[in-house]
């Protein structure tokens, strides 16, 4: 499967933005999606992923309750809604497949980094 991630840009401390990644592939319902960010400096860090029927959704606790990941069958995209954005937001963002067909995750591996597939990333920068 291919991912193409886009939606980046600058925005405000408490304003929004929203992140789509386009998968390619006919087997784009067998494979559980998230999303990791990188800030400069930093490690790559986990972020959010949903199962593949969009059942089930994980989140960082970092993230919790401001943003929102879903996917979109039909589009086969799926999307992360990131809402009260802070300083400490700002990163490259990059979209993650795992093949998995269960309705969980095992989000330890997820924390790991351990998917299958990474997309190109997109810069999400929060000005204070």
């Known amino acids: 499967v291919q991912l193409q991630a886009s939606g980046g840009g600058l925005v405000r401390a408490g304003g929004s933005l929203r992140l789509s990644c386009a998968a390619s592939g006919r087997t784009y319902s067998s494979y559980a999606m998230g999303w990791f960010r990188q800030a400069p400096g930093k490690e790559r860090e986990f972020v959010a992923a949903?199962?593949?029927?969009?059942?089930?959704?994980y989140y960082a606790d970092s993230v919790k309750g401001r943003f929102t990941i879903s996917r979109d069958s039909g589009e086969n995209t799926v999307t992360l809604q990131m809402n009260s954005l802070k300083p400490e937001d700002t990163a490259v963002y990059y979209c993650?497949?795992?093949?998995?067909?269960?309705?969980?995750?095992?989000?330890?591996?997820?924390?790991?980094?351990?998917?299958?597939?990474w997309g190109q990333g997109t810069l999400v920068t929060v000005s204070s």
């Open positions: 949903v199962t593949r029927s969009g059942g089930n959704a």
């Open positions: 993650a497949a795992e093949l998995n067909t269960e309705e969980y995750l095992q989000l330890r591996l997820w924390v790991l980094g351990r998917v299958d597939y």
